[in-house]
């Protein structure tokens, strides 16, 4: 176990260091980030001296070691438009994140998993059917479409939800609804078939057969085979969630640490995407990890493939 | 969060919560928390400022120090904590402030008298010193004031006695009043010293004292306790959304929670106009859209009857009908009404395809040429869908035209670089000599500059900045609007109608045509 | 969002159900016949996808008062006709779809096979590549390049292939280490064929199932990415329609002029829709 650890640690750090070179290649090989920052009736005198106050001037690979040095100290840099700790503006931002993506999973689970085993207890009933349909057409709806309608039918025409911005608990409603939508219809699908496939197993005819009840069966056997897929289904969903959806925060101006980076991509704010994508990425890598350990908990038969 | 940030967002919730509610039900809105301020009031002293009013602009602050904000959003928020030494009426005259007379002693030396009993909201008194000192962070080369070139004449701030100040300049600079009306926000001397960081704290004389600012999620202000010159605060507090989408914006708007809204799309206007309890304000903005000719890039711009043609072949009457819905004022030359050197006299180029047909055979090039228009997508209020009617427009008279829309960044670097054929874009205008400066001057060849070249345009352009006096100025600039206008570097298309949109119940606001709120006697009725 | 439809590895799902054959072939016709009516765009609409009738802005479908049935589902804000830009979309949906797939499931099955029939340092290094790249969120990579790399139709099926091959390997590496050791191609090898007959006539036949329910999967979520890519103004150049972009663009106006928004979001419901009938289909086939 303790080796695990080291391992992925050590991954971690591969990581963050390909995703920084990344980021810094792509911000600037995008063009020149100072332009954005300053208006086209600045003068030239003035565009040059502000360059230079953001260590822009340098060559591309001194402000990369300037970073790295940086980043040892935990100083990832000052965002170009804010002026403030890049770091500080991420973490900020990612409570509001974090928050929808609990709240998304926790919906996710609650109806997800008991309408799985619920239908999948019932495979090839008109409820199994139905359902089934409903959630193949949740899992096919593109979430931004999703959300533009929600705004449009709750918060325009019905004024029952605010539509955008987070001011207030009922402002995380339409946001979290539209996240789940799909991740829930995934859930109900996956725990749905992997329940069918367990009650069919032949340890499950033993059970049934030496008179164990309907529920133990179901709660024991199906429940801890189909949460095994799940974990695995959720683990990815969760980090993408944390990814920001940021589609998701796009469309209801939710102030999270997607809607962050894809305006710092915008305004070429270099150190603030930086930040994210760090951020971020450390906070995937420890889900993932996190899931693994579940896993192995869930179901020691199951090794991790690690490369060799 | 703090605990300070929670409580104010419970302040926040339970307000915005109530009013919806109310307001969903009766339509009335009943702001019990500013009927207790104004039933504690004691007679006779001055109404208790009420109520929380949110206005939702498309961007947010770039920063808290006034120095480093470029964006005419942000500027809304900083004047709102910090005044400028002079100011601009809704018209845009220029109006006493924190200086109350200003004149000229000899070329060189500007004299201004400055306003008694203004106190910065950490207590200190506002004097001479604060404008010398703030002037000379202003010019502070390890600011990131993108500005600090405006006021590069100045050379020295000389404080006389506490309430007048004489700023004496290299060489005859007509323009100070100008830039001190637009830049330049007084800073006290805890900032000046170094003893606060402004970008974490803001601290001025205006009428709102800062609360807090989430980046990219609100800015919060709080009337300041002491009363301020240009009238009270009425509203208790001030929070400041940004929602880069215009649909969201209209919802916000609609559903109650926001009580301001800018910009409006156009094209939204006739929804707005049906909602209950919603006005909508439109004025002709300075800021105006032209499409500029790069006669460095395609040859063919270098002949002015291409140019002109050009002019002839865009139907901009249809185009603002269409595309901006009518919210739009047609520009007849460089410089529309408001601006110096503005000449009514300027008839708008007519739309005659035929006429543009002619004038391009004249040219040689009957059988028309290709060209690339480029655009910027979403910077501008419908540069895409312009664009691409202006290039159905062109292709029509034989100048076939493809559209090629951008990114910000690579458009601007396209800018820079002269390497767009021909590009959509937006003059701010405000302060005439950077406008004229950067696109007209063949010898300074500014950031906007695409080849155009007049030798008479470069003298009129070098020498008004140095004309103290503005009658004379502005016949300066008024000829320059005249060879412009012949010799059109720039198709002209229109100033923008600025639009915002309100709660019926706020009061008491007028918008300024630079697009810029300032706040004034702004509260809810 | 780009996620697996279904938990990897695919290997480990049982076909469960079998009383839904018709799944694969509705798939199929769906996505047949988006194929088809992008193909035939330029033939079946009314009207060009950039034509302005500035007049006709905002004109309402057929159906409702104040339509006009030359142009059936309405027009946008610049009077184009919304059924013949939906037609061009299609074209724009459909080919990112087929290529990017194509393209990222290409990479990573030459990847993920080499990687498992080499061995040795050739695995550790790809296999260390796809780890670093799992570990990032899809939709992140492809948001970010996108928008610092500007629009273009090239790009995007680049970039969206180049941040889903590595499901491929995975697959595919995993399924021909298992395949190596089978007998046949011990056998085969023993015999003395050559490693790239070896390769080609039996490992890669073996390894192909999966790693097309893998693809089938992965073309809906190509298609949901490059929508929201459009949507948030990072996919093709315009005046080239996208679904995604066609709902953005009818945001402003979608109290008033709802068809804007709720036709182009339907058809990328329905061509989705398409493509995970195919998938689930495909699934249960085995």
Known sequence: MGRFLIQRLVHLLWVLLAVSILVFLLIHMSGDPIRLLTPLDAKPEDVERVRALYGLDQPIPVQYVRFLQGALRGDLGESFRYQRPAFELVMQRLPATALLALVTLGLTITIGIPVGLWIGARAGHAVD???????????????????????????????????????????????????????????????????????????????????????????????????????????????????????????????????????????????????????????????????????????????????? | MTRRQRHDDRYTRRDLLQRAAVLAGTGVALDLWGLRAQVLAAPGTRPAPIGNLLIVQGVDAESLDPHVTTSGASKGMMWAMYDKLLERSPDMKIIPWLATQWRVIGETTWELKLRDNVYFHNGEKFGAEHVRDTITRFKNPNIRNVYAGQLRPVRDVQVVNPLTVRIHTDGPFALLAEVLSLYCEILPKAITGGEVDPTRRAIGTGPYKFTEWLPGQRMVLDFAERPHFSGQPRVRRLVWRPVSEAATRLVELKTGAAHLITPVDPIQVPELEATKNVDVIAFRQLSSQIVVLNSLKVRQFQDARVRQALNHATDVDTLIRTVMRGAAYRLGSAFGPGIPGYDDALRPYAFEPDRARQLLSEAGFRDGFEVTLFSPEGRYLNDRLASEAIAAMWTRVGVRTRVQVMDWSPFVQGVLGKTHDAFFFQQVG???????????????????????????????????????????????????????????????????????????????WTPHTDGIIRLGDIHLS | MITAAKPVPAPLRAATRRRRPGQFHAGLAIVGTVLLLAVLAPHLSPHGFADQDLLRSLQPPAWVAGGDWGYPLGTDRLGRDLFSRLLFGARVSIAVALLSVGLGGGLGTVLGLTAGYTGRWVDRVISRLIDVQLSFPPVFIAIAVMAALGQSLVKLILVLALVTWVQYARIARATTLSVREREFVLAARALGADEGRVVLRHVLPSILPPLLVVAAVNMSNVILAEAALSFLGLGIQPPTPAWGSMVSEGRAVQSLAWWNTVFPGMAIAILVIGANLLSDGLQRRR
């Open chain 1, 129 to 308: 059917w139905v359902i089934s349909l409903v959630t193949f057409v949740f899992i096919s709806l593109p979430s931004f479409w999703l959300g533009v309608l929600l705004i449009l039918l709750f918060a325009d025409r019905l004024r029952l939800l605010p539509p955008s911005g987070f001011e207030s608990p009922a402002h995380l409603v339409l946001p979290c609804l539209t996240l789940s939508v799909y991740t829930s219809g995934l859930i109900t699908r996956v725990v749905r078939a992997d329940v069918s496939d367990v009650l069919r197993q032949d340890f499950i005819r033993t059970a049934r057969a030496k008179g164990v009840g309907e529920r133990t069966v179901l709660g024991h056997h199906a429940l801890r085979n189909a949460l095994i897929s799940t974990v695995t289904v959720l683990g990815l969903q969760l980090g993408n969630l944390l990814g920001g959806s940021v589609v998701v925060e796009s469309v209801f101006a939710w102030p999270g640490v997607g809607w962050l980076m894809l305006q710092g991509i915008q305004t070429r704010d270099l150190p603030l995407v930086r930040a994210v994508v760090l951020v971020v990425g450390t906070a995937f890598v420890l889900i993932n990890l996190v899931v693994d350990m579940l896993y192995l908990y869930l179901d020691p038969r199951i090794r991790y493939d690690h490369s060799r």
């Open chain 2, 430 to 508: 405000v302060l005439l000599d950077a406008t004229v400066s950067i696109n007209f001057d063949s010898e300074r060849k500014g950031a906007a500059w695409q080849g155009y070249h007049n030798e008479e345009a470069n003298r009129l352009i070098q020498d008004a900045v140095k004309t103290m006096d503005a009658t004379r100025r502005n016949d300066l600039y008024k000829r320059l609007n005249q060879i412009v206008y012949r010799e059109s570097p720039w198709v002209f298309l229109w100033n923008q109608q600025g639009v915002y949109a309100k709660q019926k119940r706020v009061a008491g």
